[in-house]
């Protein structure tokens, strides 16, 4: 199984740069979507194939990387953006990152 | 307009069989590319991803749960199924189905479902 890895948590204030990073366990190429999930709702598409912004998604969502490394990064962050950000594979069958939860402050 | 739905059975008893369905509109599973997705979530845990149909029939499972996971598909009254075997309280989760076109790009609601004796 790839395995990817993420920081559990993170605080940033509203208007600053974010960036949360997902490590895998081996290269899965480009083949790297993310994903913000509300409390009580479902997950929802914020970037395909590492670094395609997902119809309807605000232009402050970024995502880079290939390989083994990927960041998304949100810039600037504002309140409504606090969630938790799972990153998923789709290389390697598909797996799904532990998540991060993204307060802000 | 895209949308899903899942339906279950709500609760279960240890070893029976969870049978889901999902009902979709707004594109067909016969759609060059075009897949769907099954995916769980733990209250307060994270996603797994369980199995994946695509429009030409191949199907995918997480290796970790194969043996015990049936996907399938009714194309005409567009619909995705999924059957996990012999259920455990470790099954009692949401589950969700999700259309994959680069990405799970919709996703249903969820379903909730509690494995309990």
């Known amino acids: 199984d790839t395995v990817l890895t993420q920081s559990p948590a993170l605080a940033v204030s509203p208007g600053e740069r974010v960036t949360i990073s997902c490590r895998a366990s081996?290269?899965?190429?480009?083949?790297m979507h993310w994903y913000q999930q509300k409390p009580g709702q479902q997950p929802k598409l914020l970037i395909y194939?590492?670094?395609n912004l997902e119809s309807g998604v605000p232009a402050r969502f970024s995502g880079s990387g290939s390989g083994t490394d990927f960041t998304l990064t949100i810039d600037p962050v504002e309140a409504d953006d606090t969630a938790t950000y799972f990153c998923q594979q789709s290389w390697n069958d598909l797996t799904f990152g532990s998540g991060t939860k993204l307060e802000i402050k | 307009q895209v949308t899903l739905k899942e339906s279950g059975p709500g609760i279960l008893q240890p070893s029976q069989t969870l049978s889901l369905t999902c009902t979709f509109s707004g594109f067909s599973l016969s759609t060059y590319g075009m897949g769907v997705g099954w995916i769980r979530q733990p209250s307060g845990k994270g996603l797994e991803w369980l199995a994946n149909i695509w429009w030409d029939d191949d199907k995918y499972y997480n290796p970790s749960l194969k043996n015990r996971l049936t996907i399938s598909k009714d194309t005409s009254n567009n619909q995705a199924f999924l059957k996990i075997t012999n259920v455990d309280t470790a099954d009692t989760a949401t589950y969700y189905c999700?259309?994959?076109?680069?990405?799970?790009?919709?996703w249903g609601q969820g379903v909730m479902v509690t494995v309990s004796s």
């Open positions: 081996e290269s899965v190429s480009t083949g």
């Open positions: 194939g590492a670094s």
């Open positions: 999700a259309r994959y076109n680069s990405g799970f790009d919709y």
